[in-house]
């Protein structure tokens, strides 16, 4: 046994030593397994590193430690002994679990045989049980197939005595025509008969199907004759039935064929229409549209007279009175349609709509009183769309069928089988009632042309009223044009939009933007020529400054401040519009059926109005520029150099605060509902106001080479500062409510008013020595070009011939980038140069002149 389990031992080995083979663990992996592992007051002897030597020396470090070694050795036998045992027991475990296993397999193999013996036993016993079952229910199984052929037999027996019994009644009842005491047995013979149905190769039997057949027909015929009799005037000899009779004889109907019900049906509700279309024919003055109603009262009457005599005759399943209404409008709208192509020409738009609404009225009417039932299976009803809203009488007398909701001021009717089904015929002829709000919008534009805007500031509104009249007739239209259809006339609407929003937005608001009228004298071309070769240093500004300067030839004109008013209304009506063209956009696809959803689009009108509101701000931006334009050449004029103490803030500064001050809050006050307009107009005021101030400042001599007098620039420089302070605070300046900036706003203003200060700081530094100058207006002034470096020596009085020295250390000192833009700028004055000397139009050279900058100004 042990050499047995040596060797399973030994093969176990042998695969741990396999497994472990082929597993590799990392430093780090085998560091944290023996951490875990191990505790920490392990013996040393438990290190895979185990050295006997140190372990020696660790116990017994000097000669006097060897007086304890017996207990050392003693402790050592000890630790052995307990290892001996733990072994021992390992290994008896081991052999002891062995013998345990293969008992206990031989125990469930014994226990597998006793279960599929005794499986075997029951399969067999279950056989046998099954054969017993089957010889004991085979007689029971003939007894009950010879019951149920016995049951069959015999009702086939009573069916047959009943077929030849009840043939013979029915031909007696049927002759004496008692409708009433026909309908059971007729009801009982019909369903026998179709039980003989599977045998009619029996001759007898297919005899008595064709008299039932037969019983059939006569009925039907004798019951039509009857009602023909009745109904049809000029029959006084034949025999009329009775009320009485005709409502049996309408229950018998329905137990005939479905076609007997149908043929009488029909003849009945052409007869009962008869006197109707005789009465509206095409040719009688009451046919025509402005008599609609009368067709819709006839029918009233006839329906009540209809019910009140012969309501009682048919069945309440037949809907008779549904069935006459339904022929009824599948009739009209025959009628109508053929009379509107003949008579197209007399149709106007008052006509139309007031037939649309009378119709819808009636159709609604139709959808209370009926269900609809009958339109399931007639011929004359199209099926419709659940998305298609139908025709809706416009703005008229409430229906009681129409159940309402309002949302967005829109009232929607519930759509029945009945809508549409006379009204479908008026729309063709919609193009009348588009084509009419295309004159009535074209009337209302000259309206709003011909209404003057109010001379006093107090009465005007921020906005014109024409605005709000415009778009409350188009929600008016749009709500009119979705009750009538939502197809292509609601298409035609939007396009009638269209046009109109441009013409509001060209007639009533650009036209009516102020225009300041110049003057233009030859000299202007040569002024503007000299304007953008001596500010190369910025080609916007100075393209710019070229392109205003035909406007600006002579006296420069300004808004006066009822004309600012009118341009700040025109501003934010605009913005109205702008945000109504959207949701008018949307609500139209919102209404618009799905085939033309994607063909409505007004991304151009709006893009008319953002362009109204565009020029709207640039023109007061122009005016507000022009107002600072005296002070600004006022600048560019002192004499700075003979400026003997630094004082208050200069004259111009304070013009400019007045012209500020004077201004803005006219500007502010119109825009208070379109606050961001007003703040892209401050932008757009600061980002090219101080461009402009800048080069003004270059056109300032603040000191000469000969003297050192810097009191000019720190004069200049305190005066910046003021301006900057202001320009800071300018969306607000004027207002009691002091409301912060724009972090944007704020940012343009400080950089550029930054460049301006930095300016003059350097040119209150010496040019001597040279190199620190110049190291001194890069670092000032990083971003500036040689055409710059060259402005600033200007502006301290040095000679062009004197900065040459000063211009080649730049080149050297200087970046590539900024030499660059200098040459692009000389390249760009050089073309626009041959711009100007062209013989065009001054049109053509302002045009070639906006291209030119557009190419070479950088981002």
Not at 453 to 459: E, H, L, N
Request: aromatic letters at 6%.
């Amino acid at each position: 046994m042990l050499g047995g389990q040596e060797d399973v031992d030994s093969g176990q080995g042998e695969n741990s030593e396999n497994r472990i083979a082929t597993i590799v663990l990392t430093s780090d992996v085998q560091a944290a397994i023996e951490q875990v592992l191990q505790n920490p007051g392990a013996s040393p002897l438990d290190q895979p590193d185990f050295n006997p030597t140190d372990y020696i020396n660790q116990l017994f470090p000097n000669e006097q430690s060897l007086s304890n070694i017996d207990d050392v050795i003693a402790k050592m036998e000890c630790e052995v002994s307990v290892i001996d045992d733990n072994i021992r027991s390992v290994v008896r475990g081991q052999t002891n679990t062995g013998q345990d296993g293969r008992k206990a397999l031989e125990d469930a193999q014994r226990t597998i045989m006793q279960l599929s013996s005794q499986i075997t036993e029951i399969k067999t016993r279950a056989e046998k049980t099954e054969d017993m079952v089957k010889e004991i229910t085979r007689d029971i199984k003939q007894l009950d197939s010879a019951k149920k052929n016995l049951t069959s037999a015999i009702t086939t027996l009573n069916h047959l005595h009943m077929l030849v019994g009840g043939v013979e009644s029915l031909t007696k009842l049927a002759e004496k025509r008692l409708y009433g005491e026909v309908l059971n047995p007729l009801q009982a013979i019909t369903e026998v008969n179709l039980h003989f149905q599977q045998y009619t190769e029996v001759a007898h039997i297919k005899t008595l199907s064709d008299k039932v057949t037969q019983i059939h027909g006569e009925l039907a015929n004798q019951i039509t004759e009857d009602f023909k009799n009745v109904f049809t005037p000029g029959q006084q000899n034949a025999m009329k039935m009775s009320l009485a009779q005709l409502a049996d004889a309408c229950r018998v109907v329905s137990v005939l064929e479905p076609r007997v019900k149908r043929d009488l049906l029909k003849w009945f509700i052409n007869l009962q229409l008869q006197e109707y279309v005789q009465l509206f024919h095409e040719n009688q003055d009451i046919a025509w549209l402005d008599k609609i109603d009368k067709r819709y009262a006839w029918i009233k009457r006839h329906l009540l007279d209809f019910e009140d005599k012969f309501g009682k005759i048919f069945p309440v399943d037949w809907e008779v009175s549904e069935r006459i209404t339904v022929q009824f409008c599948h009739t009209t709208h025959e009628q109508l349609s053929k009379l509107m192509t003949r008579r197209r020409m007399e149709i106007d738009v008052k006509l139309l709509l007031y037939a649309i609404g009378k119709t819808t009225a009636f159709e609604a009417l139709l959808a209370k009183r009926f269900t609809g039932i009958t339109l399931q299976d007639s011929p004359g009803k199209t099926p419709q769309s659940p998305q298609k809203p139908p025709i809706v009488q416009e703005l008229k007398t409430e229906s009681p069928a129409q159940s309402e909701s309002e949302e967005g001021g829109i009232v929607k009717p519930v759509v029945s089988p009945f809508t549409d089904l006379i009204g479908s015929c008026f729309k063709p002829y919609l193009d009348i009632y588009t084509d009419s709000i295309d004159k009535n919008l074209a009337e209302l534009i000259e309206q709003f042309l011909q209404a003057k805007i109010p001379a006093d500031p107090v009465a005007r509104t921020t906005v014109f009223p024409s605005c709000a009249d415009l778009f409350v007739f188009y929600k008016k239209c749009m709500v009119q044009c979705v009750q009538l259809s939502n197809g292509k006339p609601m298409y035609d609407l939007a396009m009638i939009f269209k046009k109109y929003l441009r013409e509001y937005a060209a007639k009533i608001l650009e036209s009516r933007i102020p225009k300041l009228t110049t003057s233009y004298t030859p000299s202007s071309i040569s002024t503007s020529m000299s304007l953008l070769t001596r500010d190369l240093q910025n080609l916007s500004t100075a393209a710019g400054q070229v392109i205003h300067s035909f406007l600006k030839e002579g006296e420069a004109p300004r808004f006066t401040k009822d004309e600012i008013i009118t341009i700040c209304c025109i501003l934010t009506t605009a913005e109205y519009c702008l945000e109504t063209v959207q949701q008018l956009e949307d609500k139209l696809k919102e209404k618009v059926d799905q085939s033309f959803m994607d063909k409505i689009d007004l991304g151009e009108e709006k893009d008319v109005y953002h362009r109204i509101i565009s020029n709207c701000i640039q023109f007061l931006v122009q005016d507000l520029e022009t107002g600072c334009e005296p002070a600004l050449i006022v600048m560019s004029k002192v004499q700075w150099q003979t400026i003997s103490n630094v004082g208050d803030q200069s004259t111009f500064v304070n013009s400019i605060i007045s012209h500020f001050k004077q201004t803005i809050p006219t500007i502010r006050d119109n825009l208070a509902t379109s606050r961001k307009y007003y703040i892209q107009f401050c932008h757009k005021f600061v980002n090219s106001f101080i461009p402009k101030f800048i080069n003004h400042l270059y056109k300032c001599r603040l000191t000469s080479v000969q003297e050192s007098n810097v009191l000019g620039c720190e004069q200049l420089l305190l005066d910046t500062h003021s301006l900057k302070t202001v320009l800071l605070d300018l969306p607000s300046i004027g207002s009691q409510v002091n409301r912060k900036a724009p972090a944007s706003f704020t940012k343009i203003v400080i950089k550029g008013m930054t460049k301006a200060e930095m300016i003059i700081k350097v040119v209150m530094a010496p040019v001597i020595p040279a190199s620190v100058f110049t190291e001194q207006f890069l670092k000032l002034l990083p971003d500036s070009t040689l055409v710059e470096f060259h402005k600033v020596l200007d502006m301290k009085g040095m000679r062009r011939v004197d900065q040459a020295q000063l211009a080649e250390l730049f080149k050297r000192t200087a970046p590539k980038e900024n030499l660059s833009l200098a040459l692009d700028a000389v390249s760009s004055s050089s073309v626009a140069a041959k711009i100007l000397d062209s013989p065009e139009s001054d049109k053509g050279r302002i045009k070639k002149l906006e291209k030119l900058i557009k190419k070479r100004l950088p981002n």
